[in-house]
């Protein structure tokens, strides 16, 4: 014998489950950089051509983890404003171009970082504009 309230209950919770998995995806695939009004072409070549110092060989960024950012000088030496927590964290001195024998300059005179969404500690390349 079927049990039907046992099937419907599982037709229910699939259905369920497919329209929360594809609204995940669908979410997942329309992700945008986080300063996606101000990031023009230039900027985003310079992302999609940026490499770590001081080897080169590995990509600093892509556009989900690279945005302009605020950098200010904090007790321990330079910190950013990480765009995902609104946490300060410091700015390693070894992922600043300018510390490098052929550093990378600033597509737009403004500071960019890469860093990972859910560690702000985590700094993989920085450029500092004009005037930081």
Not at 33 to 61: L, M, N
Not at 70 to 87: A, D, M, T, V
Not at 93 to 99: D, G, L, Q, R
Request: charge should be neutral; charged fraction near 15%.
């Amino acid at each position: 014998m079927i049990n039907w309230y046992l099937v419907r209950s599982v037709v229910v919770i699939s259905a369920i489950l497919l329209f929360l998995f594809s609204a995940g995806f669908a979410s997942a695939q329309s992700h945008h950089h986080p300063d996606e009004t101000i990031t023009g072409p230039h900027v985003a070549k310079f992302y999609e051509t940026w490499t770590r110092p001081p080897q080169r060989t590995v990509s600093c960024c892509n556009m989900k983890d690279c945005y302009a950012a605020r950098i200010r000088r904090g007790p321990n030496g330079l910190e950013y404003l990480h765009k995902w927590s609104g946490k300060w964290a410091p700015l390693p001195a070894s992922v600043i171009e300018s510390n490098h024998a052929d550093p990378r300059e600033s597509p737009n005179t403004e500071n960019h970082v890469c860093a990972n969404e859910m560690f702000p500690d985590v700094v993989y390349c920085a450029v500092l504009g004009n005037g930081a």
